[in-house]
């Protein structure tokens, strides 16, 4: 079994979700309370149309193009990945707009997938590396995170282990 940054295991090696560990009261600004509501941040904006490079603290905000697949989502006005996951975390915490960056910027604490809590990020990488992480979503509970996964796809709440197969690690906001 391959282990990844932080003991995490590739999730085609995983097994389901086992059920979330109790979360600790308080882990440096971090709360249930707080990530509960990093949780609804997100999920506000079901339905809503992914845009690669948009969303930000405030909300959503027009893309911008640069494959074939995103040509049209410099007239979008939507999030991205990590558009949505900057606004859900915007009240407690200023994050980079880069899935890679903030890996290490919301958060010190990595929880590994028996521990994962409600507003805790969650990021896939295509080489195991911190470097390599391409998408990030914010974990809901009950093996569920809510994603702006692709240009043509609308923010949506998808199985932890129907997202992508290359699971790079979590992070803990505020920790």
Do not use: K
Not at 99 to 110: C, I, L, M, R, V
């Amino acid at each position: 079994m391959t282990l990844l940054l932080n003991g995490a295991v590739p999730v085609a090696a995983a097994v389901p979700v086992a059920a979330a560990q109790p979360a600790p009261a308080r882990m440096g600004h971090w709360t249930p309370a707080i990530g509960g509501r990093i949780a609804q941040r997100a999920e506000r904006w079901l339905g809503w149309p992914y845009s690669f490079g948009a969303g930000n603290a405030e909300g959503p905000t027009f893309g911008h193009p640069v494959d074939a697949d995103s040509r049209n989502d410099g007239s979008v006005y939507g999030f991205d990945c990590s558009g949505l996951t900057l606004f859900a975390v915007a009240p407690w915490r200023s994050l980079p707009h880069e899935a890679s960056q903030q890996y290490h910027a919301a958060g010190t604490f990595h929880p590994a997938l028996d521990q994962l809590q409600p507003g805790d990020l969650v990021f896939w990488s295509r080489d195991g590396t911190v470097s390599g992480i391409g998408h990030v979503a914010v974990y809901l509970g009950n093996g569920q995170v809510v994603q702006a996964p692709r240009s043509g796809l609308d923010v949506t709440v998808t199985p932890l282990y129907g997202v992508e197969h290359a699971y790079m690690g979590a992070t803990r906001p505020l920790s």
